[in-house]
């Protein structure tokens, strides 16, 4: 069966330093290079999604708490802003030359890869239409958060057609202890594995 890995918005923003840091964002960035180099060729698509999210007050999704004060569930402070350093892939994060990446938020609250848009190479169909044009049955999704993106792109992954979906989760870093407990719980509902990386 043909195969994908998803890495999920590593991005400056999220991790250590950024406006919207996650507690082991870089060392994430970093596992992920080694994985990728030590595994990366099983895969026969590697996709890496970035948040990407026009500024306030352009911004009409409400994803962005416009009076500074979110509540960290459905508004966020402002984060990966299209073009500027914080939307960028972390540095620590070195990404395979055929990736296929994906940009989501634009004008919209999007969690899921699958929500994006393919921007390189240039491509007319979302990420469900391309993994399913080139017969992935198999996803295995990693990045940052677990409790947010990563779970609703392993969610869709599986909702659009694979046949199995794997969480690499020590190669995933999460907002909270709490709801990633809840995601994760949530995941293996829906038939989606857990598993750490070999």
């Given amino acids: 069966m043909k195969s994908?890995?998803?890495?999920?918005?590593?991005?400056?923003?999220?991790?250590?330093?950024?406006?919207l840091a996650v507690a082991g964002g870089a060392d994430v960035a970093a596992r992920i290079?080694?994985?990728?180099?030590?595994?990366?060729?099983?895969?026969?698509?590697?996709?890496?999604?970035?948040?990407w999210h026009a500024p306030l007050p352009d911004t009409n999704d409400g994803h962005f708490a416009a009076d500074g004060d979110p509540d960290y569930v459905t508004t966020w402070p402002v984060h990966c802003v299209a073009g500027t350093p914080g939307a960028?892939?972390?540095?620590?994060?070195?990404?395979?030359?055929?990736?296929?990446?994906?940009?989501?938020?634009?004008?919209?609250q999007d969690y899921s890869g699958f929500q994006g848009r393919i921007v390189d190479p240039p491509d007319d169909r979302q990420l469900a239409g391309l993994l399913l044009a080139r017969n992935i049955a198999c996803?295995?999704?990693?990045?940052?958060?677990t409790d947010f993106c990563v779970a609703a792109t392993a969610v869709d992954a599986r909702r659009g057609g694979a046949t199995i979906v794997t969480v690499l989760t020590d190669l995933t870093a999460a907002v909270?202890?709490?709801?990633?407990?809840?995601?994760?719980?949530?995941?293996?509902?829906?038939?989606?594995?857990?598993?750490?990386?070999?």
């Fill in 4 to 19: 994908a890995l998803i890495v999920v918005d590593v991005q400056n923003d999220f991790c250590e330093g950024g406006a």
């Fill in 33 to 51: 290079t080694d994985y990728l180099r030590r595994r990366g060729d099983r895969y026969d698509t590697v996709v890496a999604t970035r948040d």
């Fill in 88 to 108: 960028e892939y972390h540095p620590d994060l070195v990404l395979p030359e055929r990736t296929v990446h994906v940009v989501k938020g634009e004008s919209r």
């Fill in 139 to 145: 996803v295995d999704v990693v990045g940052i958060a």
């Fill in 176 to 198: 909270s202890a709490p709801t990633a407990i809840k995601a994760l719980t949530d995941l293996t509902a829906r038939r989606i594995r857990l598993e750490e990386s070999r």
